[in-house]
């Protein structure tokens, strides 16, 4: 399983950004996925998970009703709208493959990891 983030960038308080993650394998509606978050001398945390059908989504209490996540099973797609940002949303996104198909929100549920995308949130 290979992931590839991107759609990150510099957006403005309370502007918002589309992040997609595509996965180059065969077996894509097989896994949740998730989005998760690294900001600066912080650990890795938990944003949003989806799982395999799309049918079941969770998200971490500071972002909901801000993100969405989704996934589009067809083309080995999942993506995070994020809007109403805010400078506390600065940080590396990662989408993470999980080693299951029912919804996980722990890091040790996801076995593969993509590179991470910068999103930075200007006051």
């Known amino acids: 399983v290979q992931l590839q983030a991107s759609g990150g960038g510099l957006v403005r308080a309370g502007g918002s950004l589309r992040l997609s993650c595509v996965e180059s394998?065969?077996?894509?509606?097989?896994?949740?996925m998730g989005w998760f978050r690294q900001a600066p001398g912080k650990e890795r945390e938990f944003v949003a998970a989806?799982?395999?059908?799309?049918?079941?989504?969770d998200y971490a209490d500071s972002v909901k009703g801000r993100f969405t996540i989704s996934r589009d099973n067809a083309k080995n797609t999942v993506s995070l709208q994020m809007n109403s940002l805010k400078p506390e949303d600065t940080a590396v996104y990662y989408c993470?493959?999980?080693?299951?198909?029912?919804?996980?929100?722990?890091?040790?549920?996801?076995?593969?990891w993509g590179q991470g995308t910068q999103v930075t949130v200007s006051s």
């Open positions: 993470a493959a999980g080693y299951r198909a029912t919804i996980a929100t722990e890091i040790y549920e996801y076995g593969s």
């Open positions: 989806i799982s395999w059908s799309g049918g079941m989504t």
């Open positions: 394998g065969l077996t894509f509606s097989s896994y949740a």
